[in-house]
Nanobody
Framework: QVQVAESGGDSVQAGGSLRLSCVVS?????????MGWFRQAPGEARKGIST???????NYTDSVKGRFTISKDNAKNTLYLQMNDLKLDDTGKYYC????????????WGQGTPVTVSS
C-alpha cells in the first residue's frame, strides 16, 4: 500500500523560502514512478504545480516557474519542493502525488502540509 508523508510547511513572510519534503513508501522501486506536487488554496480546487518524471524531466505551472524547484532523492524515497520568493498566492495546502502510470495519472495519498505566506 502506497503511503506518503508530506512535511516542511510553515508560515512565512512574502519573499521567504521553504522546502517541502514527501517521503514515499509502498513502491518496489521509486525510480520507476512519476512524482509531483499539488496545491490547494483556500476555497479552491487542488491543482498540480510541478512534476518530475522517471527520467528527471521536470514541469512547472506558470505561476511557480523560476521560483520553485522540484527534485527527488531516489535513495531516500523522498520528493522535494524548494520554494523561493514566496508570494501571498502561494498560500495553501501542498500535497505530493505519485503514479507508475505516468505524470498525467498522479494520485494524492497524504494529508498535505500547510503553507501560509503573509505580507
Amino acid at each position: 500500500q502506497v503511503q506518503v508523508a508530506e512535511s516542511g510547511g510553515d508560515s512565512v513572510q512574502a519573499g521567504g523560502s521553504l522546502r517541502l519534503s514527501c517521503v514515499v513508501s509502498g513502491y518496489t522501486d521509486v525510480n520507476n514512478i512519476c512524482m509531483g506536487w499539488f496545491r490547494q488554496a483556500p476555497g479552491e480546487a487542488r491543482k498540480g504545480i510541478s512534476t518530475i518524471d522517471v527520467d528527471g524531466t521536470t514541469n512547472y505551472t506558470d505561476s511557480v516557474k523560476g521560483r520553485f524547484t522540484i527534485s527527488k532523492d531516489n535513495a531516500k524515497n523522498t520528493l522535494y519542493l524548494q520554494m523561493n520568493d514566496l508570494k501571498l498566492d502561494d498560500t495553501g495546502k501542498y500535497y505530493c502525488g505519485t503514479s507508475i502510470l505516468g505524470c498525467r495519472h498522479l494520485k494524492v495519498w497524504g494529508q498535505g502540509t500547510p503553507v501560509t505566506v503573509s505580507s
